[in-house]
């Protein structure tokens, strides 16, 4: 399955009843499967899950670790980049070469790494200590 087709499929299942900004993300394992997820708003802000969480929760629940490609999409004028906190979800699970792919409902698409996305990612290494 694409990670297009994904994403924008499981974008319609969003629940983003306060922000009506619903946000599709999909994930391609080392596996070759894909695994998508959407915003889940929640009343008390900002207690939600962005969709790029979901698609990796997904990802982990199946027993898998690591990504291989990514993509995100929404309605919006511009390609919709993931936030900060899923910018550092998606570095714990990507190598630096990963491709990143954010783009709109009309088509508009950009592509980057995971390394261009969050430059001097936090990981693993810092917490290697001395």
Do not use: W
């Not at 959407?38 to 969709?51: L, S």
């Amino acid at each position: 399955m694409s990670l297009l087709k994904a994403a924008t499929d499981v974008r319609k299942n969003a629940y983003a009843p306060y922000s009506n900004f619903k946000v599709g993300a999909a994930i391609r394992a080392v596996s070759g499967r894909v695994y998508s997820g959407c915003n889940v708003e929640n009343v008390a802000y900002p207690e939600g899950t962005c969709a790029e969480a979901g698609a990796i929760a997904a990802m982990i629940a199946a027993g898998e670790s690591e990504i291989i490609e990514a993509l995100v999409i929404a309605d919006s004028p511009m390609p919709v980049s993931p936030c900060g906190g899923c910018r550092q979800k998606l570095a714990e699970f990507s190598k630096g070469d990963v491709k990143i792919t954010m783009t709109t409902t009309a088509g508009n698409t950009r592509e980057i790494t995971m390394a261009d996305l969050l430059p001097g990612a936090f990981t693993q290494a810092h917490m290697d200590g001395e």
